[in-house]
């Protein structure tokens, strides 16, 4: 919380006088529900790539590294950004685009990990769903672009 004074005097001597006078001003961040959600999801990636990294290590096979590192960095990272993005810049969270880079990339990811999991234990019969997958998170992505394009303006 921040006290604003209402008179004259100087912020760092403030008497009972100037207490009794001044304004309590409530500066908690605002975050958009859209930001949140966005967050906690990342959170769970964020999870899931630790866990995927521990098995790899304990079982010192490392066949999952790129199921890793896409969990790690479109699951965790590229969510949280735009958690955090989201949060900060509430009109483009509230937008069309937003809601389409949401469902776009929370459909397509999973998609994307359990058929790159597939694929590296040699079925290649996935990847056509794979790629389709692929397709709807490049689409998300080229959302969120056009979207920070559109939407985020300074001041």
Do not use: C, D
Not at 40 to 53: D, W
Not at 69 to 89: D, E, K, P, Q
């Amino acid at each position: 919380m921040r006290v604003r004074v209402t008179n004259n005097e100087k912020e760092n001597t403030m008497s009972n006088e100037t207490l009794a006078h001044a304004t309590v001003v409530n500066t908690k961040p605002a975050f958009s529900s859209a930001g949140i959600i966005w967050l906690k999801l990342a959170s769970l990636y964020l999870v899931l790539g630790i866990v995927i990294g521990i098995a790899m290590g304990a079982s010192e096979n490392f066949t999952l590294r790129p199921v890793h590192a896409h969990v790690n960095l479109l699951g965790w990272t590229t969510l949280a950004l735009s958690g955090l993005i989201y949060s900060l810049f509430p009109l483009a969270a509230q937008s069309r685009l937003a809601k389409l880079h949401f469902w776009l990339l929370n459909l397509a990811l999973p998609v994307m990990m359990v058929t790159l999991t597939l694929l590296l234990f040699g079925h290649k019969e996935v990847i056509p769903v794979m790629a389709l997958a692929e397709i709807a998170a490049a689409l998300a992505v080229l959302a969120f672009v056009i979207n920070m394009f559109k939407n985020l303006k300074a001041g």
